[in-house]
């Protein structure tokens, strides 16, 4: 009896320590390394689905910024049954933090069940689509906005290869788009593409490549961007002003009313950064363009500052408000009350 009895506590206690050892390493994990199910290999399946919801950073940054995590985060939290893939170009391996990251965000983002973070690889990504020809013998050295054309172009040919919806790394989503074809109206008859979505292979995006060819002008800012998206609604679709808060349709894709994503304009970007009283409800909105490309870094999130903008991180990114605004030992104090 007596050697039943300590059979069983050594299995207790060997249970205890495998659990208590997995507790520790994902707390580790939270910030330094990725999970290992998030591989290459499984991402292409997830893409296939076409029901992601997608990022993208063309620059070499491997350290997003708490805006960019916010964004992803709020995503992940909006649509916790779909994958939420973030393409970096200066990420080189999905399975491992890159050696030059010291980054929390990177590593929160990727304890995230449903975010995914893969490199961006444009030479395999636009293959089999109007944009290869061009890439293949553009010098992006001369380019005088490449980071945006790089970006322009990288988001037409995944949502047309794969589907799914594409956002800018400055959205904060506060609901779901109920819509699958759509673009987004920035005001009365001028097309965004900071949020766009499509099924895979919709005929609308290859015509956009097409045309992001035929009218290259990286002289004009956005001339490959929001301009683009433009000139196409209007071959498309015979347009007319917004009616109250009615969005359009056109063949077989809406058109969405500014409020859904810019009910604040560009031209009050700063507002995001004010106290309001009272803040308004967004009842009308699915996101919200924060207008990053404006701020420039001039302005970011105060923590107890009571501000627009540091309300919607703790409502839609609270792990980011908590790690990235607030900081440990503020969420050390918070956590002991």
Known sequence: MLKELQFSLSIALLLACGFLYRLTLRSYCLFSCLPSSKSQQGLDALLSQ????????????????????????????TYPEQPVIFFMQGLH????????SSSSAFSLLSAIDNVFLTPLDMNRLFEDTPLFSWYTHINSKAERHWLHISSDASRLAIIWKYGGVYMDTDVISIRPIPEENFLAAQSSQVS??????????????WECMENFVEHYNSDIWGNQGPLLMTRMLRLWCKLRDFQELSDLSCQNMSFLHPHRFYPISFAQWRRYYEVWDPEPSFNNSYALHLWNHMNQGKRTVIKESNTLVENLYRKYCPTTYRYLVQGPEEKSVTGSR
């Open 50 to 77: 076409g029901h992601s919801i997608v990022f993208v950073e063309t620059s070499e940054k491997v350290e997003p910024p708490p805006l960019v995590s916010c964004a992803v985060e709020s995503a992940a939290k």
């Open 192 to 205: 965004s593409n900071g949020v766009f979505g499509f099924s895979p292979h919709h005929p609308f995006l």
């Open 93 to 100: 391996n999905s399975t491992q933090l890159p050696s030059n």
